[in-house]
């Protein structure tokens, strides 16, 4: 397909302002946006399977520009944010002697883009981040925020820091050569917005996700809208003191099954999480009388239809999870207050809510029940 009108973003955090390109052919403006930055060495962060496809043809274009690159190629998956890859790519950048106003580029998904950007905000003290992500799944959630991080074996991303780019490079074009299953994975985040606070959006998903998997211009609306919904909460809410923790729709759930899979991405990546995380949500909402149940069938129907997981028993090995395991994982959730849990819900689709010192017993009678059906 030919190139699209690209669409620009803002990200008005004053001195720390920055814009989201999107569209088709955006990372061919690499070399000349980064090139402006004032940069003279680029650190390119990528993956092994990323860098076969897109790490030449970009190397290429930045070195066009006059820029040195010093690449630093990791192993795909979850595995590697960690404190070993982050030390090594942390190494790499400063024996290629990168100074402060060079840049870190991350090319990849969110693996790469998290762990390149933590490193960004630490090498050096801090040096300029571009996120150049090449899933949906990043395109729509983790490039955009400056949220960085590794995982430990206590639990997904504490650990960490915020450090917004200084550009984000989303090209639509690069989601053409991603697996069916990453797309599927990405697309959970893209429904999310929807489900948050946009229930117009989610009903336009409902019509439009197969072009969006397609590659027409309604994949670029649908990054272009998600990219829209998440800048507006992280200016009211940078550090997620407040309505930020609303991006967080699923993940209380889902962030708890990736632990109960020990980050196995064979048996579950994180978008698939999601998924189950947004149908658990909405049933645990229903549960409590706060929601329709006609709503929360809703969400996991159209999952279900885009050919994503909505059960616990939909993971592999989930006869082996009990709910006091996926509780305890709750329990290391970064948004955990003086002990207490706390999820989002949903007064119905479109009409999410922060909800502070939930019940445990409320929660792990709703898990029991939802375990239960991994036989039915």
Same mark, same amino acid.
Request: with cysteine; net charge neutral.
């Given at each position: +397909?030919?190139?699209?009108?690209?669409?620009?973003?803002?990200?008005?955090?004053?001195?720390?302002?920055?814009?989201?390109?999107?569209?088709?052919?955006?990372?061919?403006? =690499?070399?000349?946006?980064?090139?402006?930055?004032?940069?003279?060495?680029?650190?390119?962060? /990528?993956?092994?399977?990323? =860098?076969?496809?897109?790490?030449?043809?970009?190397?290429?274009?930045?070195?066009?520009?006059?820029?040195?690159?010093? !690449?630093?190629?990791?192993?795909?998956?979850?595995?590697?944010?960690?404190?070993?890859?982050?030390?090594?790519?942390?190494?790499? &950048?400063?024996?290629?002697?990168?100074?402060?106003?060079?840049?870190?580029?991350?090319?990849?998904?969110?693996?790469?883009?998290?762990?390149?950007?933590?490193?960004?905000?630490?090498?050096?003290?801090?040096?300029?981040?571009?996120?150049?992500?090449?899933?949906?799944?990043?395109?729509?959630?983790?490039?955009?925020?400056?949220?960085?991080?590794?995982?430990?074996?206590?639990?997904?991303?504490?650990?960490?820091?915020?450090?917004?780019?200084?550009?984000?490079?989303?090209?639509?074009?690069?989601?053409? /050569?991603?697996?069916?299953?990453? +797309?599927?994975?990405?697309?959970?985040?893209?429904?999310?917005?929807?489900?948050?606070?946009?229930?117009?959006?989610?009903?336009?998903?409902?019509?439009?996700?197969?072009?969006?998997?397609?590659?027409?211009?309604?994949?670029?609306?649908?990054?272009?809208?998600?990219?829209?919904?998440?800048?507006?909460?992280?200016?009211?809410?940078?550090?997620?003191?407040?309505?930020?923790?609303?991006?967080?729709?699923?993940? /209380?759930?889902?962030?708890?099954?990736?632990?109960?899979?020990?980050?196995?991405?064979?048996?579950?990546?994180?978008?698939?999480?999601?998924?189950?995380?947004?149908?658990?949500?909405?049933?645990?909402?229903?549960?409590?009388?706060?929601?329709?149940?006609?709503?929360?069938?809703?969400?996991?129907?159209? &999952?279900?239809?885009?050919?994503?997981?909505?059960?616990?028993?939909?993971?592999?090995?989930?006869? !082996?999870?009990?709910?006091?395991?996926?509780?305890?994982? +709750?329990?290391?959730?970064?948004?955990?207050?003086?002990?207490?849990?706390?999820?989002?819900?949903?007064?119905?689709?479109?009409?999410?809510?922060?909800?502070?010192?939930?019940?445990? /017993?409320?929660?792990? =009678?709703?898990?029991?029940?939802?375990?239960?059906?991994?036989?039915?």
């Amino acid at each position: +397909m030919g190139p699209s009108r690209q669409e620009i973003i803002r990200v008005p955090l004053g001195e720390r302002a920055y814009d989201i390109v999107v569209g088709r052919g955006a990372i061919e403006e =690499a070399g000349a946006r980064i090139a402006a930055l004032g940069a003279r060495t680029v650190g390119l962060v /990528t993956d092994g399977t990323v =860098a076969d496809l897109h790490a030449a043809r970009v190397s290429a274009d930045l070195e066009a520009h006059g820029l040195r690159v010093a !690449a630093v190629v990791v192993p795909p998956g979850e595995a590697s944010k960690s404190f070993g890859q982050l030390e090594a790519i942390c190494d790499a &950048l400063l024996g290629a002697k990168l100074e402060r106003g060079d840049v870190v580029l991350a090319l990849g998904g969110g693996v790469v883009g998290d762990l390149a950007g933590f490193a960004a905000a630490i090498l050096l003290r801090g040096i300029r981040l571009v996120q150049a992500p090449t899933t949906l799944l990043a395109q729509v959630d983790s490039s955009v925020g400056g949220k960085t991080g590794i995982n430990t074996a206590r639990g997904k991303n504490l650990v960490g820091a915020f450090h917004q780019p200084s550009l984000v490079l989303a090209d639509t074009a690069l989601l053409d /050569t991603l697996p069916e299953r990453e +797309m599927k994975a990405g697309y959970a985040e893209v429904a999310k917005y929807g489900l948050i606070g946009d229930a117009g959006f989610f009903r336009w998903c409902e019509g439009h996700w197969r072009e969006i998997f397609a590659g027409g211009p309604e994949r670029d609306r649908a990054v272009a809208q998600s990219c829209r919904a998440k800048a507006a909460v992280v200016v009211r809410d940078e550090r997620e003191e407040g309505d930020r923790a609303l991006l967080n729709l699923g993940h /209380t759930f889902g962030h708890a099954l990736e632990r109960a899979v020990a980050y196995d991405g064979a048996r579950l990546v994180h978008g698939e999480a999601v998924a189950i995380g947004l149908a658990l949500a909405f049933r645990f909402s229903s549960r409590l009388g706060l929601c329709p149940r006609e709503d929360a069938e809703r969400v996991a129907a159209h &999952l279900d239809s885009v050919g994503l997981p909505t059960r616990i028993r939909d993971v592999p090995g989930a006869e !082996a999870f009990s709910a006091a395991d996926l509780l305890a994982a +709750m329990g290391q959730d970064k948004k955990v207050k003086a002990g207490e849990l706390t999820f989002i819900l949903a007064r119905g689709i479109g009409r999410s809510f922060v909800a502070r010192g939930i019940d445990r /017993t409320e929660v792990q =009678a709703f898990l029991d029940a939802e375990l239960a059906r991994r036989s039915s």
